[in-house]
């Protein structure tokens, strides 16, 4: 079982270097960082490691969102519409949780 774990903690690691490097202004899916990392079938681990970032400032988890554009970890946020706000913030339109032009604001890992 411990194996398991540090193999987790090296996955969700190399995860968060890739959501470190998404640009202030952009975002990113799940499975871009999957496919980016070598593991285009792991979209969701990639959502678990986001989901456990949240004690990590230095991780711009509200970056990645799900391939259609759609806030899918909003709910993982504190307060209603943190998510929302924050991609505003760096001039990124929402509504209805949907990104407003996704294919502009989208930024593919290591192109």
Do not use: C
Request: aromatic share 10%; charged share 25%.
């Amino acid at each position: 079982m411990e194996k398991l774990n540090s193999n987790n903690e090296n996955f969700f690691e190399r995860v968060y270097a890739i959501v470190r490097q998404i640009p202030e202004g952009k975002v990113t899916s799940y499975g871009a960082i999957a496919k980016a990392l070598g593991t285009a079938r792991s979209a969701r681990m990639v959502g678990w490691a986001m989901n456990a970032s949240h004690n990590l400032e230095d991780v711009p988890a509200h970056r990645v969102v799900n391939r259609k554009g759609l806030l899918s970890g909003k709910h993982h946020f504190d307060g209603t519409n943190l998510m929302q706000q924050l991609l505003e913030n760096e001039g990124i339109k929402v509504v209805e949780n949907q990104i407003i032009d996704f294919e502009k604001h989208f930024w593919e890992p290591f192109k």
